[in-house]
């Protein structure tokens, strides 16, 4: 197992555009996150699946980010109408659900809006 | 509510120990974290702790609990170049999130 990938790894878009990335958890691991980094903070929490159900959402989450999970397995995060302000990485993790569960981290998705 | 705390900065020479502190506020969290991150990549899992230990050591890691102060600790010994890096702690919350801490960067000077 190559632990949580994501994709793209890096991302350059105009502002009003649309973009996606998407994550593929480590096999097995029924519960996946997503978190956005800004530099100098650390990592603040979006989204978490388990499964195909999204149980919980952030305020941060505004109405123009829809996460999915469709199969339980991969995931995709979606921003519409992208804003400077969204410029940030946007940071997978997964985990199993169970006592003492450790979540891992991918490598991240950077995206920068112009 | 949920709240992380940690030093922004520590500078330590090579080969001393170095000390990284946190505080958080849920008194309900179960395992507490250390995360490190390089720059420009994602988050490695350094080591975590159960809520009822006090100390948890890993070859030159050692974790430091006070559920009392809600005080955690993460010590490094004999600190290398490449143990440069921001950690990052983390609590859980009741639903299992982790909740991060601002970050604490270590410069370790040669």
């Known amino acids: 197992d190559t632990g949580v990938s994501q994709d793209p790894r890096h991302k350059i878009t105009k502002r009003g555009q649309n973009v996606t990335f998407r994550c593929d958890p480590i096999?097995?691991?029924?519960?996946l996150y997503w978190y956005r980094q800004t530099l100098g903070q650390g990592p603040e929490f979006l989204t978490y699946f388990q499964n195909e159900a999204q149980l919980e959402k952030s305020r941060l989450l505004s109405d123009r980010f829809s996460a999915e999970r469709p199969k339980g397995s991969f995931s995709t995060l979606e921003i519409q109408r992208t804003e400077q302000g969204d410029s940030a990485m946007y940071l997978c993790?997964?985990?199993?659900?169970?006592?003492?569960?450790?979540?891992?981290f991918g490598e991240g998705s950077w995206l920068t809006v112009v | 509510g949920e709240d992380v705390e940690q030093s922004l900065f520590l500078s330590v020479r090579e080969g001393d120990s170095s000390v990284i502190n946190c505080t958080y506020t849920?008194?309900?969290?179960?395992?507490l974290y250390w995360y490190k991150q390089e720059p420009g990549a994602g988050l490695q899992l350094l080591t975590y702790i159960f809520s009822n230990m006090d100390m948890k050591q890993d070859q030159r890691l050692t974790v430091l609990l006070n559920k009392k102060d809600k005080h955690l600790s993460l010590r490094i010994a004999d600190t290398q170049t490449g143990d440069s890096a921001i950690y990052f702690c983390a609590e859980t919350s009741n639903t299992g999130k982790l909740i991060f801490g601002q970050g604490t960067t270590l410069q370790v000077k040669p």
């Open positions: 096999s097995e691991h029924n519960r």
């Open positions: 849920d008194s309900s969290s179960t395992y």
């Open positions: 993790a997964s985990s199993l659900e169970l006592p003492g569960h450790t979540i891992y």
